[in-house]
């Protein structure tokens, strides 16, 4: 049992995805494991063939309790194995294509489809998809690092094969179904006659008093989260920020960033710099409580909250955050979540965070009062920044003006802290975020 947090004593074996007797590739997923902070994917630590389940599922063991034993074969077999298991589920070219084009052509046998999930290394989630829509993986074009399937993969591929099969000519005159993805999320975008756009989320079947139970990441969270409130006395501060400094450089940057590295520099990398920066002269918020005294951290590891398109939330951590610039926290940002989505995260990323961001703003939220991440003492939550009409001073008087505008939350355990240093630690994110010269940080 890994150590999956700085105060995590044990955990729970949620799920085995490999059974004794099977063979495993180094870092294949072999289990899920349950802490009191998050559900986490373990991965094998070697190759070999599995001899031994120690710990059953649903119990509950100390960190350091053996789970099981794989026997790890000679270097040699162990490499043949690995090229003839490539040789054998390795498909051409031609059979690509004529499985892609040809749904009535015969599927791949259990056997094989089994083969084909070890070589791609799909995590769970992809496998119960697969599995619940009965497709094979080999149809399905990988989106993921390495060519990886991710659950979105999966999930526009059968939006796709359902459109193809609802759609009727008299509809595509009157309505253009178009596919994209905002963010990470699968969305349908319907254009009517109107030229009004409506976002759609999937479309989910239900009956009137169905009872939907709790999946682990759910259930996981729940329980830490009236932990969370149980364990802390919560306050709430909240402190408009303008973001017009910020926006300018975002503006200037924009279209050599996307052509550079294909993705959006948002406001979130700069929240980020400024959070690092003002977490340096106000050190408590960068600490835990212990006992009646409070442990400081030298070292700012920023968690980032993410959501899994709506199937719960995770926050994996940027260590050493206070040394990367904009710049670099906006790819590790970006690279992290991404990989959040995926599922494809390591254990050693969801641990030893020592203060938390969470962004709803995308939704244009107004004011979010965020839940604690435990052992943490503090949570800044990023709301949606718009234009707002504002009082501008100036030397003939005050005048209306529109700036960018958004609001900055913050929790914070008001047994670490008082209000006034919450309250000058907010102060001092939003002078940042207003008057420094963010150009130096690319």
Not at 13 to 41: C, M, N, R, S
Request: some cysteine; aromatic content about 4%.
């Amino acid at each position: 049992m890994p150590q999956l947090g700085e105060t995590v004593a044990e955990g729970t074996v949620a799920t085995w995805h490999k059974q004794e007797g099977d063979e495993v590739a180094k870092d294949e997923i072999l289990l899920d494991v349950e802490t009191d902070k998050a559900a986490t994917e373990i991965p094998a630590p070697i190759a070999g063939v599995i001899t031994s389940v120690l710990v059953q599922e649903g119990e509950t063991v100390d960190v350091g309790t053996v789970l099981g034993v794989i026997d790890c074969p000679d270097t040699v077999t162990e490499d043949k194995s690995a090229g003839d298991e490539e040789k054998d589920i390795k498909p051409s070219s031609t059979t690509q294509t004529s499985a892609t084009k040809d749904s009535s052509a015969e599927r791949t046998s259990p056997t094989q489809v089994t083969r084909i999930e070890r070589k791609l290394r799909l995590s769970p989630v992809v496998r119960r998809l697969l599995a619940e829509h009965r497709l094979d993986p080999q149809e399905i074009s990988g989106s993921g690092r390495d060519g990886r399937i991710t659950r979105n993969d999966v999930l526009v591929f059968v939006e796709g094969q359902t459109a193809d099969k609802s759609v009727r000519p008299s509809e595509e005159a009157t309505i253009e179904s178009i596919t994209q993805r905002v963010g990470t999320k699968p969305v349908t975008i319907l254009a009517s006659s109107k030229s009004t756009m409506d976002v759609l989320p999937p479309a989910q079947q239900f009956n009137d008093g169905d009872r939907v139970p709790f999946d682990r990441i759910r259930r996981v969270t729940a329980e830490h989260m009236v932990r969370s409130k149980a364990t802390s006395p919560h306050v709430l501060q909240a402190m408009e920020t303008n973001f017009s400094a910020v926006d300018s450089v975002r503006c200037r940057f924009r279209e050599a960033w996307i052509a550079d590295y294909g993705f959006s520099l948002t406001y979130m990398p700069f929240i980020c710099r400024a959070t690092c920066m003002a977490l340096r002269d106000f050190p408590r918020l960068n600490g835990r409580v212990d006992g009646d005294g409070l442990v400081l951290n030298k070292r700012v590891h920023l968690s980032v909250a993410v959501d899994l398109n709506f199937q719960g939330l995770v926050a994996p951590v940027i260590r050493d955050a206070e040394g990367l610039t904009v710049s670099g926290l906006a790819h590790r940002i970006h690279e992290i979540s991404g990989r959040a989505r995926e599922g494809v995260l390591k254990s050693d990323e969801l641990k030893d965070g020592t203060y938390t961001i969470s962004n709803n703003g995308s939704f244009g939220t107004l004011l979010t009062a965020p839940i604690i991440n435990q052992p943490q003492v503090g949570i800044l939550s990023v709301d949606a920044i718009t234009k707002r009409p504002v009082v501008v001073e100036g030397p003939t008087g005050d005048s209306i003006a529109i700036r960018l505008v958004g609001i900055l939350s913050q929790s914070f355990d008001h047994r670490a802290i008082d209000g006034s240093y919450s309250a000058a630690f907010l102060h001092r994110i939003r002078t940042l975020l207003e008057e420094k010269d963010w150009s130096d940080e690319f």
